[in-house]
């Protein structure tokens, strides 16, 4: 078995089994640089655009590339090189950190713990040694599992040079690898991109914080490694679990047929495994469970359960699976055709526990069916707009009514993306589209969106805007369209959304999944004659219009729209506000194009609030000081206001 030391990038002396050997050290070098830039890139961004750090205290020096920060009461004078504000609250660090105390010589920050620290104490609030040690462990663990990600794409890179034929895309080879259909299974090319494209969040300084696991175990079970894992088919009492299954599912009877025509050979040997225990198979359901949490977390969270005969672990009945972007979503056997699954994982990734609430699991398939619903009503809104059906969910039903225990013990069926690649379709996922990418002999660093600007447009600074047009037009008509009619705030950032695109790399519709965290306007969904269940009031659906506006405008147009903006604007050397005013144009053709439809007052209100007033920006670093899983938000300057209107004929080249 291959292992390699890894105290090249962390003071850790784990050793992990399979990884790459045919890294440098020079490589590593690079890998661990490049990730301690991306977070303290990260960091400062949360701690300026979340007014951690008073931005109007800064010092330009219009003589040189150096940014600096006094902070008086310490004697202590912070200088950053390269340190530059964007629109939305962006900001770019392309130098180093240094700071001065008391005469003394400049130290050079490297890590964003070590930034962290010592920047702890200009904030604008009260802090506790505990809380700033707590994150400061986080941003360790961030980085070194970026290190390791970066690592192994530098492997991976040099695989698919010599995978990809000379001259042609990563896109285009994936569309043509997908579209063989030979033997009855094609190629999941969605699924690759979903592996090779998970960077990390956009805004959060934590992007790849994996608490609680070992390097061994991140390496095995995290998408950015090709990993696949073995899902683990529990058997769990028929009574002790609620179903949710889709409205309009046909082909079965119960939850147990549907998993035996499913998945027949999972279900023969879950089937033998019972019969062996000497147990009625019909009073039993199949559960697919993580590995991680049926070995670590189950058997003592519900050891109750276990020694009651509610759960039994089979640990002999699995199902290999691959993870996606969300880690506990995974595809079983690489297929292009089975149903994902999205599993409980009791590990704070990233910022929160990723369990699966009973919420969710009924939810899903509710609010799957009323999107359906909207869209045959809507036709797609100009077909613009699809859907990852969240078709079957299942829970335990807690006797003490305990959700925060049921969370652990649970599951979501959803249709794989692949159904969606047909008639010429593939489906990218946007968090993709960010990657970096050197593939060929391009001579230089770039992203996988600078491959549907060349295929569909021009690879130059004209065919940016044009691709942001076109992108922006899809995918403002989808979620605009949403809200304003039935007062939908999808959840639709970069890991949530695909891109459909045609053979031409055209962008032809947005794809949308996971819908745990939606939110649906009470009022909106009444004028429209519809109706929802909900698992609890106060969930899902909200009297409060401003609880929607708040996701929507933080999902959709920063996180995605804006995010893929600055980075044309950085690939193509353009004025951040050209894409702005792209989008701008976009979303007020969208209202005129709606204005018949909605309420003359609501329409005035509604264009007001997202055309001219103040956006609302989630605070990470804030929630993770008090470690809050409840959404914190502040509020932004709009980014579309004070555009040059004569803008538009520039961009459109009149």
Request: charged share 20%; hydrophobic share 40%.
């Amino acid at each position: 078995m291959i292992q390699t030391t890894l105290s090249v990038t962390s003071n850790l002396t784990e050793r992990v089994d399979n990884f790459p050997q045919n890294l440098t050290q020079t490589q590593w070098t690079l890998a661990r640089a490049e990730a301690n830039k991306r977070g303290l890139q990260l960091l400062l961004q949360a701690l300026f655009r979340e007014k951690l750090l008073d931005s109007d205290q800064l010092i330009f020096d219009p003589a040189s590339d150096a940014v600096w920060l006094p902070h008086w009461r310490s004697k202590t004078l912070f200088r950053f090189d390269g340190l530059k504000a964007g629109m939305a609250g962006s900001w770019q660090l392309n130098g180093h950190i240094h700071y001065l105390k008391n005469h003394q010589r400049p130290i050079k920050v490297t890590t964003p713990s070590e930034a962290l620290n010592i920047l702890a104490g200009l904030f604008e609030v009260a802090t506790s040694k505990p809380d700033i040690e707590r994150l400061q462990a986080e941003l360790r663990n961030s980085t070194e599992n970026d290190t390791l990600c970066l690592a192994y794409r530098q492997s991976w890179a040099r695989r698919l040079e010599q995978e990809i034929p000379m001259g042609e895309g990563m896109i285009s080879w994936l569309q043509k690898k997908s579209g063989n259909n030979k033997g009855g299974e094609r190629f999941n090319g969605c699924l690759f991109l979903e592996q090779w494209g998970t960077l990390g969040h956009p805004w959060h300084p934590n992007y790849k914080t994996k608490l609680g696991m070992s390097k061994q175990e991140v390496f095995d079970m995290s998408p950015e490694f090709e990993a696949s894992i073995e899902v683990e088919v529990a058997a769990v009492r028929a009574d002790v679990m609620h179903i949710e299954n889709m409205p309009g599912m046909s082909g079965f009877s119960t939850y147990s047929d549907w998993f035996e025509l499913t998945f027949p050979q999972v279900w023969g040997i879950w089937k033998e495994a019972l019969l062996a225990r000497n147990l009625t198979v019909s009073e039993w359901l199949p559960l697919p469970m993580h590995p991680w949490q049926a070995q670590r977390h189950l058997p003592t969270e519900f050891a109750l359960e276990i020694a009651d005969r509610k759960l039994i672990l089979l640990n002999e009945v699995t199902c290999v699976a691959s993870p996606t972007m969300s880690f506990r979503t995974v595809v079983p056997q690489r297929s292009s055709h089975l149903p994902m699954m999205k599993l409980p994982i009791s590990l704070r990734l990233t910022s929160v526990q990723r369990s699966l609430s009973p919420k969710s699991a009924q939810m899903g398939p509710r609010v799957s069916a009323l999107l359906q619903e909207i869209l045959a009503r809507e036709q797609g809104f100009g077909d613009t707009l699809a859907i990852v059906c969240e078709q079957i969910g299942l829970h335990y039903i807690d006797p003490k009514g305990n959700d925060e225990h049921a969370r652990h013990l649970s599951i979501l069926y959803r249709v794989n993306p692949m159904h969606h690649a047909q008639d010429g379709m593939f489906p990218i996922p946007v968090g993709a589209l960010f990657a970096p990418t050197s593939i060929q002999n391009s001579g230089k660093k770039t992203a996988l969106v600078t491959e549907l600007v060349a295929s569909a447009f021009q690879d130059n600074a004209q065919g940016a805007i044009a691709f942001f047009h076109q992108y922006a037009q899809i995918v403002v008509t989808a979620t605009l369209g949403a809200y304003l009619l039935y007062g939908i705030g999808f959840e639709a950032h970069q890991q949530n959304s695909f891109v459909l695109i045609d053979a031409d790399g055209m962008p032809q519709k947005l794809l949308l999944r996971d819908f745990g965290d939606i939110r649906i306007h009470a009022e909106a969904l009444r004028v429209a004659g519809l109706t929802l269940r909900c698992y609890k009031a106060d969930q899902t659906v909200f009297e409060d219009r401003q609880t929607v506006r708040d996701k929507l405008l933080h999902a959709v147009f920063l996180c995605h729209l804006g995010e893929l903006a600055l980075l044309l604007t950085q690939l193509y050397d353009l004025p951040e506000k050209k894409l702005w005013t792209v989008l701008r144009d976009v979303m007020q053709d969208a209202f005129d194009h709606l204005k018949p439809r909605i309420a003359p007052t609501l329409w005035k209100e509604e264009h007001a609030l997202l055309m001219e007033q103040a956006w609302p920006a989630k605070s990470f670093m804030r929630m993770r000081l008090t470690e809050s899983a409840d959404d914190e938000l502040r509020t932004m300057s709009n980014p579309l206001v004070g555009l040059d209107p004569s803008d538009t004929a520039r961009i459109n080249g009149n």
